[in-house]
């Protein structure tokens, strides 16, 4: 009787992830990006970045690291992959709330023009909340000189953002009037249907790739910032450099608001608290 032969599936072995090879991976990142993957966040690091070592044929993190390094442009994609990108449609609703009630009522008497900017954008769908509450909220805004700029350092989700192709469970936080109104069926699959946002309300939004810790090279000024969610993989000097310089940026009266799991209480700004997750210059 022969010997039962055993075979091991190459593809299914994970590599191993040694400390120093995770610090020299946390550093790359902070310093490029300014994201602080503390301690802990192995796990993370090895799940996503396997696929990637898979996908170019590596069989280490040790020849990962020596491709960076002779590779530049790889770094991009790393960023990609190491990124959290959750988001949806009206995420944190009061924040729209507070924007409909209390501050845009009087921009409509005093203003005709608005700028506004959702940084760390993800795949759009912050965006393009504003886009649809503010053609609500200003029917006659041909009239006006409406820009929202849309940000974030994946260039793997501002693909996504310029599609705006969602399945039928994102857009489910949407009102149902304006599910109806702002978004067309575009094909069906046997689970669900696929839905594209309007190219009138795509056209409000202007996208672009930016590495907040780099250079900005938009003057503006601007009345609204979001950055929200973004601050949490941040470090504490590197959350008061970027606010600092969300200050200069903003408008007199203009508002940065945040996530509600993040604060400004932790270091020294010039902000005006109006109401949780929401400043005043």
């Not at 449609?89 to 507070?98: A, D, L, S």
């Not at 501002?158 to 978004?183: M, N, S």
Request: hydrophobic share 40%; with cysteine; net charge positive.
């Amino acid at each position: 009787m022969q010997p039962e032969l055993f075979f091991v599936n190459t593809e299914l072995l994970v590599p191993s992830l040694t400390s120093a090879q995770f610090d020299r991976i946390r550093t790359l990142l902070h310093g490029l990006c300014g994201i602080n993957l503390v301690p802990g966040k192995e796990g993370l690091v090895k799940t996503r970045l396997t696929k990637r070592l898979r996908a170019l044929g590596l069989k280490s993190f040790e020849a990962y690291l020596n491709h960076l390094e002779e590779n530049p442009a790889e770094i991009t994609t790393m960023v990609d992959f190491l990124t959290t990108n959750k988001t949806n449609f009206f995420r944190e609703i009061h924040h729209f709330h507070y924007l409909r009630d209390t501050f845009l009522p009087p921009c409509k008497e005093k203003r005709c023009s608005l700028r506004l900017w959702s940084a760390g954008c993800s795949s759009g769908e912050e965006a393009y909340s504003l886009a649809i509450l503010l053609n609500e909220e200003f029917p006659d805004r041909t009239r006006w000189d409406i820009r929202i700029l849309a940000t974030d350092i994946s260039t793997r989700m501002l693909q996504k953002a310029r599609e705006a192709v969602f399945e039928e469970e994102a857009i489910q936080e949407v009102p149902g009037l304006w599910r109806q109104k702002y978004f067309l069926c575009c094909r069906r699959n046997r689970e669900s249907r696929i839905y594209q946002l309007r190219e009138d309300i795509r056209s409000m939004v202007r996208l672009a790739r930016l590495n907040l810790m780099d250079h900005w090279p938009m003057r503006g000024p601007f009345d609204v910032i979001f950055c929200r969610n973004v601050m949490i993989y941040f470090d504490k000097p590197t959350q008061e450099r970027l606010v600092n310089r969300f200050w200069e940026l903003l408008a007199p009266g203009g508002l940065l608001l945040v996530g509600h799991s993040e604060s400004l209480t932790t270091f020294p700004h010039k902000f005006h608290y109006a109401q949780p997750a929401v400043y005043v210059k």
